[in-house]
């Protein structure tokens, strides 16, 4: 999705603003989530899903489009990872400032 369309979802109540973060990773996906936890991703010119190297440069991305609030969720594979049942992705609701 390009930024025009992250943009016009996030106008629509049911959508919320998001910043993912995955645990020992460097890089920060932005986008937007709707009620039944799907995720709807920013991408570059190919269609790739835009990576941004700090929270912050994924927040100035939302402000330069007028958002103020967002979720902010770090998810981690690591129980997956030895045999666990896949746990919740910590998330906390964050207010965006320019």
């Known amino acids: 999705m390009k930024i025009h369309q992250l943009k016009s979802l ?7 603003a998001v910043i993912l973060s ?5 890089h920060y996906l932005v ?11 920013l991408q570059d010119e190919k269609g790739k899903t835009k990576q941004f190297n ?12 007028g958002i103020e609030q967002a ?3 770090i998810e981690t594979a690591y129980d997956e990872m030895i045999g666990r049942e896949r746990c919740q992705a910590v998330s906390t609701s964050i207010s965006l400032h320019p």
């Not at 986008?31 to 991703?41: P, R, S």
């Not at 700090?54 to 489009?65: K, T």
């Open 10 to 16: 996030l106008r629509d109540e049911q959508f919320q």
């Open 22 to 26: 995955y645990a020992d990773s460097n």
């Open 31 to 41: 986008g937007a989530e709707d009620k039944q936890n799907n995720y709807f991703l």
């Open 71 to 73: 979720n902010f969720i």
């Open 54 to 65: 700090s929270v912050r440069e994924a927040e100035n991305v939302l402000v330069a489009i």
